[in-house]
């Protein structure tokens, strides 16, 4: 990474703010709190901003999702198509370069990372995703670059000395079956990352929601984390489903290989599923919380827009009075106030 970029990384994890936690406010009791793509509820999402300011207001983890470059390298970006999160439709000169691509067995139209070089992203600025449900966050438009993994590293670890408290990255493969095609591995990038900068137990976790791919990743002395959906299976195992890797059969399967399961926090509401995975000496971590009415079952909405806060609270205290050992959420700091009322 240039120098420069790496001092601006550095200098905003060194920079604290008003409503920052305290390093003391690491030694909780409780589940962890995993700053989903940072904190995507506040800032546009896998950015700086985004990802400092979910540390600076409680989350332990931050995670940033992988895809790559075409030159190989990987970069933090939910999706390898980019026109909902970046500025590319406002750039002429990347006209040419949108395309329709069969990605995991879906047509999908845009912008897609593999199609440019590293030094050509650098050009863009990420824009909010969700505008017209979080119009606050689109002030932010604009305002930073998308980042490489080994920039979101330097970043954790710029923001564990400036707070105290170790700050783990929580990587995800993303369409790993897709790339592998391509000749642009995930693996193989991310476990060079994981090695060169001697990433511990404590301060790195992998996940993915193909199974091939995090058997990619054994032998390197991270935490490996199964994520699970709610219907369909994963791309690399056609002949089975989400469901089949939920029951204790699966779930022994799962604990061969990883040591989490992510799945849908609706998956844990009326079953066994929580206990299951338990006995299979599993630790589990749903996803992913947000505050909005839409995104919150029936019960803890509030007023009549979709768009407006509701019972947010409630809802981490339902989940942490299951007895899970994480929560992905879009905003942190509210799982962190939630928490401190166990």
């Not at 750039?91 to 050509?120: I, Q, Y």
């Not at 002030?139 to 707070?163: M, P």
């Not at 989400?242 to 022994?252: E, I, S």
């Not at 079953?271 to 009415?293: K, W």
């Amino acid at each position: 990474m240039h120098p420069r970029r790496r001092s601006l990384l550095l200098a905003a994890a060194a920079t604290p703010v008003a409503a920052a936690v305290p390093a003391q406010a690491a030694s909780h009791r409780g589940p962890l709190v995993i700053g989903h793509r940072g904190a995507a509820g506040w800032r546009p999402e896998h950015t700086a901003s985004a990802y400092t300011y979910g540390v600076q207001t409680g989350a332990d983890w931050i995670e940033p999702d992988l895809v790559p470059t075409k030159d190989h390298v990987l970069v933090v970006r939910h999706e390898n198509e980019i026109s909902q999160t970046t500025d590319v439709t406002a750039h002429p000169e990347f006209a040419d370069r949108r395309t329709t691509k069969t990605v995991d067995g879906r047509s999908v139209s845009g912008w897609f990372t593999e199609d440019f070089t590293l030094a050509e992203l650098k050009t863009l600025r990420a824009v909010e995703r969700l505008p017209l449900v979080r119009n606050r966050n689109t002030v932010f438009d604009g305002r930073d670059e998308i980042l490489t993994f080994q920039e979101v590293v330097d970043l954790a670890h710029g923001l564990s000395k400036a707070y105290g408290r170790t700050v783990a990255v929580f990587p995800e493969t993303k369409h790993p079956t897709y790339f592998r095609a391509l000749g642009l591995e995930l693996e193989p990038q991310l476990a060079s990352a994981i090695r060169r900068n001697r990433l511990t137990a404590r301060e790195c976790v992998v996940q993915s929601f193909e199974p091939t791919s995090l058997k990619r990743m054994t032998g390197l002395g991270v935490p490996l984390w199964q994520a699970l959906g709610t219907t369909g299976g994963p791309y690399d195992q056609p002949s089975v489903t989400y469901r089949d890797m939920m029951t204790p059969a699966g779930l022994a399967e799962i604990a061969s290989y990883a040591d989490w399961i992510g799945p849908d926090k609706s998956s844990l509401i009326g079953t066994s599923l929580l206990t299951d995975a338990r006995a299979a000496g599993l630790r589990v971590g749903p996803y992913t919380f947000r505050a909005e009415n839409q995104f919150l079952p029936a019960q803890f909405r509030r007023g009549t827009g979709a768009d407006d806060f509701g019972d947010a609270f409630a809802e981490y205290a339902l989940y942490y009075g299951l007895g899970v050992d994480a929560v992905v959420t879009d905003f942190p700091d509210l799982a962190v106030m939630a928490r401190r009322s166990l």
